[in-house]
């Protein structure tokens, strides 16, 4: 495997299953309600199994705290090692995890004691992965932290594939029964790899020597001290592309409740969209190392904001799966454009040595704000202003802020050619 390929490889693959076991969790979250948390009412029941995922939600900043920090004393691949380990044990606790007929109240218990090592996991990933990528090449950061968002999406097709195909090939007992733990077994066979490939990479030499002459000792009150600024800037840039995934997630269901359309639209469009994101993600990344990223940015958060109403237009004038194929796969064209730079600029607003806390809480703690707002925010908006065009003013609302704060953010980033270690002493 090739120096560049190598890394990138260590750095997704974690992500790629974190993504994987909250996909396939979320998909089949109706058949993991009645396995482990059944109850004489369905809604009670999905809603105890969906708030397990809030709670793996909830936890992530936490994980971004000590991982984080982790990251930035020890070094990223210290923190990766950390981090895919307690990811495949949650994997291993949910693949074969005996369901409540079996073990009673144990069952619960453990499914939101492993969504819990998921959240946590994830949180420290982020930051962790983006610092070991953009600090492998200078020249080509944009390209290396694209590949963060191209393991999302992949990942998410992946979980997605496995589950209609189980799903159309076994009866619903043996779904049931079994068939919904697939994409779970799958990232078990994952996750050795990518210890396995982490395990035998050495630590960035930008890291090191960073490290060598300005370590942080407390890189969490550090952080949270001197590059307030920075932290606010990434969870403002990260808004709009968190919003945007939710909705990409959202729009069959949104299909299904406001049209009538099948079920089957969910699987089928959610694979279209995230193929086309797979492919166009890591293009994004090269091209924002050519003309820069703000300027990518900035033109993709306009075209965000421009598209997003005529997008839900097209829809309402021809409900049907051939509009709502066309519509997702516009979204997956539109989107990584944004999404492929964005882990760099995220990257190159802190210092080296302050990287790992920073990416990591910014993240987070834009995840869990936008990422469950997004959905009561658009659920309220589809009440209050009876239109099916709520969901896009949101999305444009968001646009205008992400917008604003790359704008922003581009006096604090460092050329390449220009970066220096910074003193964590230093204020912005």
Known sequence: MSGTWRPVAA?????????????AYTLAGSTIAEQFFPSEDEKSSLLLAFGTVALAYVIRPVGALVLGAYADRAGRMPALMASIRIMVLATLIITFLPGYDTIGVAAPIAMVLAMLLQGFSAGGEFGSATGYLVEQNADRRGFMASWQGASQAFATVLATLLLAITSGVLTDAQFAAWGWRVPFAVGLLLGPVGYYIRKNLSETPEFSQARGAHQLRQPVAQTLRSHKTRMALCIGILAVSTAYSYLITYMPTYAIRQYGLPASTSFTTVIITGSVMVLIAPLAGHVSDVIGRTRLLVIAAVGIAVSGIPLFLLFQAAPSFTTMAVVMTLMGLIKP??????????????PTTARGTGLSISYNVGAVIFGGLTPVVVTWLLATLGTPLAPAFWLVALAALSLVSVLVSNRYVRPASRIRPVSPHEKV
């Not at 750095?11 to 996909?23: C, I, K, P, R, Y």
């Open 11 to 23: 750095a997704s693959v974690g992500n790629a299953l974190e993504w994987l076991s909250f996909t």
């Open 337 to 350: 454009w944004y999404t492929g730079p964005l882990a760099a600029r995220m990257a190159e607003l802190f």
